[in-house]
Nanobody, 124 residues
Framework: QLQVVESGGGLVQPGGSLRLSCAASGFTLDDYAIGWFRQAPGKEREGVSCISSSGFTNYADSVKGRFTISRDNAKNTVYLHMNSLKPEDTAVYYC??????????????????WGQGTQVTVSS
């Protein structure tokens, strides 16, 4: 089955860190740009970060300097390292595989595969 699966979410205190993983099965992740999105209750889904197949990265202004996206092609996985977490980072985080980086920036975004999401809760 062709899919991406997120993991690594959980409950963390403000200022803490988490690492989310986006693992692919049935296809090679490095053929695609991989985007991370999040959706908080009552809010629209927003783009968080994206990494191209060549390693180009971009970040939403709200997470610049705190989040880092990376890929490990040997493990067929993309990671989102989240530091200095804030309560406003609380959301369900999704990863997606895009044919092009421009598909990540489109509204609504266009993805070949979407994951089911992983909950991140930042609270004391």
């Amino acid at each position: 089955q062709l899919q991406v699966v997120e993991s690594g979410g959980g409950l963390v205190q403000p200022g803490g860190s988490l690492r989310l993983s986006c693992a692919a099965s049935g296809f090679t992740l490095d053929d695609y740009a991989i985007g991370w999105f999040r959706q908080a209750p009552g809010k629209e889904r927003e783009g968080v970060s994206c990494i191209s197949s060549s390693g180009f990265t971009n970040y939403a202004d709200s997470v610049k300097g705190r989040f880092t996206i990376s890929r490990d092609n040997a493990k067929n996985t993309v990671y989102l390292h989240m530091n200095s977490l804030k309560p406003e980072d609380t959301a369900v985080y999704y990863c997606a595989a895009h044919d092009y980086v421009s598909d990540y920036t489109r509204r609504p975004p266009l993805a070949r595969y979407w994951g089911q999401g992983t909950q991140v809760t930042v609270s004391s």
